[in-house]
Antibody, heavy 121, light 106 residues
Framework: QITLKESGPTLVKPTQTLTLTCSFS??????????VGWIRQPPGKALEWLAL???????HYSPSLKSRLTITKDTSKNQVVLTMANVDPVDTATYYC?????????????WGQGTLVTVSS | DIQMTQAPSFVSASVGDRVTITCRAS??????LVWYQQKPGKVPKLLIY???NLQSGVPSRFSGSGSGTYFTLTISSLQPEDFATYYC?????????FGGGTKVEI
């Protein structure tokens, strides 16, 4: 049974760095082709993909946010960490981590519950 | 980057109705298209992958079709639990792009 859970601050001040942790179980990030991604959703708005890391350490980022994002994995802890630098109120959103199965298409079959992050002074 | 355009943005429908949602990609993405369902306050749920493959546990009233740049999600007979927002996502290449969503309302 695959489960994922996001953790991190609920309130961040503008210009600070946001660090979110995805803790997962039921799969290993050492399995070839498997990945974990981050997706966010501002209140009342659509989903936006942010980043994805694969078991082979390949990293992919949204071009519009690439300069501010870093995704890392700790396979021993079954965790993936996303850092976002220089946050702004427009970064207020629910942040989800999700499992990317080892398939030809790139999509997410299991999602965490999400964590709401508010950026405000 | 590939852009994904969903239509319509809102659908007003009744229980038992047949509902079709479209998703257009700005570039050819073969069959690498997925659909998610999101109910208010809930986590997105994978419905269909690779254009037409139902995720395990998804009712057969949901179906997907298309290829290249034009795709559809059809609900053959709308049920009360189907009132939600539906998102397409191109699964062909990075960056991953979601459509703007289609809200199916009563």
């Amino acid at each position: 049974q695959i489960t994922l859970k996001e953790s991190g601050p609920t309130l961040v001040k503008p210009t600070q760095t946001l660090t979110l942790t995805c803790s997962f179980s039921g799969f290993s990030l050492t399995t070839p082709g498997v990945g974990v991604g981050w997706i966010r959703q501002p209140p009342g708005k659509a989903l936006e993909w942010l980043a994805l890391i694969y078991s082979n350490d390949d990293e992919h980022y949204s071009p519009s946010l690439k300069s501010r994002l870093t995704i890392t994995k700790d396979t021993s802890k079954n965790q993936v960490v996303l850092t976002m630098a220089n946050v702004d109120p427009v970064d207020t959103a629910t942040y989800y981590c999700a499992h990317e199965p080892a398939s030809r298409g790139i999509f997410f079959d299991y999602w965490g519950q999400g964590t709401l992050v508010t950026v405000s002074s | 980057d590939i852009q994904m355009t969903q239509a319509p943005s809102f659908v007003s429908a009744s229980v038992g109705d047949r509902v079709t949602i479209t998703c257009r990609a700005s570039q050819h993405i073969s069959s690498w298209l997925v659909w998610y369902q999101q109910k208010p306050g809930k986590v997105p749920k994978l419905l269909i992958y690779d254009t037409s493959n139902l995720q395990s546990g998804v009712p057969s009233r949901f179906s997907g079709s298309g290829s290249g740049t034009y795709f559809t999600l059809t609900i053959s007979s709308l049920q009360p639990e189907d009132f939600a927002t539906y998102y397409c996502q191109q699964a062909n290449s990075f960056p991953l792009i979601f459509g703007g969503g289609t809200k199916v309302e009563i």
